[in-house]
């Protein structure tokens, strides 16, 4: 699972029942689901929507993050 998220550490939080996973290091990137496994299945697909945009931006992801 580190793999999936680029070293970055991830946690999960719960909320009315509702489960959200974010990244420790900037939790403004999250993703909700009903189980942890379709939280973190969400987490993965925003982080690649949020670094596909960083990309398409031009803007560095490692140097912002790391």
């Not at 580190?2 to 719960?14: A, K, T």
Request: charged residues 25%; glycine residues 8%.
């Amino acid at each position: 699972m580190h793999d999936d998220y680029d070293g970055f550490g991830v946690r999960i939080l719960e909320e009315d029942g509702k489960l959200m996973a974010q990244f420790i290091e900037f939790p403004e990137v999250a993703a909700c689901g009903n189980t942890v496994v379709a939280a973190l299945i969400e987490l993965k697909a925003v982080w690649e929507a949020t670094k596909d945009i960083y990309i398409s931006r031009g803007l560095p992801i490692i140097d912002m993050w790391h």
